[in-house]
Structure formats: structure tokens, C-alpha cells
């Protein structure tokens, strides 16, 4: 999905930030899966070289998906773009912060994560209001 909305940028300063972004989340992400699917393929390699072969190709895929795509239609384009924004939404909101605050063991209170949750909100929306 994050390639998908690097093809479909039209300015390619919002490409370019888009793609920074992708790249230092693709870090820990890619840790993540990796440790992931060593755990649950220790014993087929094959299957854990395929899937990370497919985790690999995934983002620069989506960017030649979008791409193409924002050739095509404008409208199509919008749609596209808007299924990219909602799928990072859904995750960061519904699996990803959910699993944080149903954690039994705490490291951190939660009323210190969701303040974390809050000021990065924030500084997202005050970085937004610099482009516009």
C-alpha cells in the first residue's frame, strides 16, 4: 500500500517526502516481518525466502501499480489514494494501537502512551499546516 500512494502522487516534492517516510519505516518493519516469519517458518526456508522475496517487492510494485494507474483516470486515482490513506489508518488505529493498550503487562501506564499517541497526532497536524 505505500508504494501504491507514491505512484499516485502528482508533485514529486510529495513523492520524494512520501518515499523518506517509506524508507525509515521500512526499517523497523522489515526487522519486524523478518523476526516474524523466522519464528513461524524455522523449518521451511523456502517458504520464508519466498515470503520475504514478496514482502520485498511488494512496495516498489505498488509504486509501478500506482503509477499506472494514475495515468489512467482521475477519479480512479482519488479512489486509489484514499484506499492507501484508510488502509494506514486501519492499521495504525485498529491493530496496532489496540494491541498496545490491551497488553497485560505494562512497561509504560497508558495514560503515558496515549499522551504519546496525542502529541504525535498533533505534530502531524502541525506539519500539515506547513504545506498548506
Known amino acids: 500500500m505505500e508504494g501504491l500512494a507514491v505512484g499516485l502522487q502528482r508533485d514529486f516534492e510529495e513523492a520524494i517526502e512520501l518515499i523518506v517516510g517509506i524508507c525509515l519505516h521500512q526499517i523497523p518493519a522489515s526487522i519486524t516481518v523478518g523476526s516474524a516469519l523466522n519464528n513461524a517458518l524455522k523449518d521451511n526456508k ?12 511488494s512496495t516498489p510494485l505498488g509504486v509501478l501499480i500506482g503509477a499506472f494507474l494514475h495515468r489512467l483516470n482521475s477519479l480512479f486515482s482519488i479512489v486509489c489514494n484514499g484506499i492507501s490513506a484508510g488502509t494506514f489508518l486501519y492499521i495504525a488505529c485498529c491493530e496496532i494501537l489496540v494491541g498496545e493498550f490491551e497488553k497485560k503487562e505494562e512497561r509504560l501506564p497508558r495514560i503515558l502512551k496515549l499522551s504519546s ?3 504525535g497526532g498533533l505534530v502531524i497536524a502541525l506539519l500539515s499546516l506547513t504545506h498548506m
Open 46 to 57: 523456502r517458504h520464508f525466502f519466498a515470503s520475504v522475496a514478496l514482502f520485498s517487492i
Open 117 to 119: 499517541f496525542c502529541f
